[in-house]
């Protein structure tokens, strides 16, 4: 099994920055792809960026539009969600999710692990 605890969320005015992070624990050597995604109330939870171990990274780049970066530290099996420019149709739950796949995917279905999300909220 693999644990993900999300944290760095909070409330930030529109421009500003938050530098989310993944602390990954347990079983860490399958967790081959990490992700981000996102949700809002009502709305299905969305993709916004991927990265492998080997340091290989997708993005959606209708979300990110150069605003956000996805980036890692193995040895602490931690991953960050850089997130700078922020909007207030950026405030969701942001969730980390893990995947026993060297291979990317934007589906929710395809990831194996979890966190329990943290709240980003952006004022206007």
């Known amino acids: 099994q693999v644990q993900l605890v999300e944290s760095g969320g909070g409330l930030v005015q529109t421009g500003g920055s938050l530098r989310l992070s993944c602390a990954a624990s347990?079983?860490?050597?399958?967790?081959?792809?990490m992700a981000w995604f996102r949700q809002t109330p009502g709305n299905e939870r969305e993709f916004i960026a991927a990265?492998?171990?080997?340091?290989?990274?997708?993005l959606d780049k209708d979300i990110v539009k150069g605003r956000f970066t996805i980036s890692s530290d193995n040895a602490k099996n931690t991953v960050y969600l850089q997130m700078n420019g922020l909007k207030p149709e950026d405030t969701a739950v942001y969730y980390c999710?893990?995947?026993?796949?060297?291979?990317?995917?934007?589906?929710?279905?395809?990831?194996?692990?979890w966190g329990q999300g943290t709240q980003v909220t952006v004022s206007s």
């Open positions: 347990g079983r860490t050597s399958t967790t081959y792809t």
């Open positions: 999710a893990a995947r026993k796949s060297f291979t990317f995917s934007l589906l929710v279905s395809e990831y194996d692990y």
């Open positions: 990265i492998q171990q080997s340091g290989g990274i997708t």
